[in-house]
């Protein structure tokens, strides 16, 4: 009996956290998004490129999973918008650009929640390209 309660406990609490996540679904049709990894200069360059043609306003970011490689702390996002989807590296620029608590938890407990109004540059040289975020408006989780 302990057993099946801890079961429908836990796939009640999967659903609950399933169900507060708001990304709409989405479908890559870009190629090179499919062929390279997201942190490729191949993936990075064509992002690059598809975002220098687009609104940025109109993009909306949503919290994949922390990456951290003892250089630089990053956040793995889905990023969506005009044709768009795609998962984007962002490097945290800014120690305080509002992802304070995700960076402190290593965005455990963040997976799937929307980052509002995300400010980001992108730096970009003869080796390499980064899209730097300098500042978020909030994170609805």
């Not at 909306?60 to 951290?68: A, G, K, P, Q």
Request: proline letters at 3%; one cysteine or more; aromatic letters at 8%.
């Amino acid at each position: 009996m302990k057993t099946m309660f801890k079961l429908i406990t836990i796939t009640l609490g999967a659903v609950l956290i399933c169900s507060s996540c708001n990304q709409p679904e989405c479908k890559n049709t870009n190629p090179i998004f499919d062929k390279y990894s997201p942190e490729s200069n191949e993936y990075k360059k064509e992002l690059a490129n598809v975002i220098a043609n687009i609104d940025r306003s109109k993009l909306t970011f949503w919290i994949d999973s922390y990456l951290d490689d003892n250089v630089s702390q990053r956040i793995l996002a889905n990023v969506q918008g005009e044709g768009l989807c795609a998962k984007m590296v962002l490097i945290v620029y800014n120690p305080e650009s509002g992802l304070e608590n995700i960076i402190a938890n290593k965005a455990v407990g963040y997976h799937g929640a929307e980052l509002e109004d995300v400010q980001f540059e992108i730096k970009q040289d003869s080796t390499s390209i980064e899209f730097l975020v300098k500042e978020i408006g909030g994170v609805v989780d």
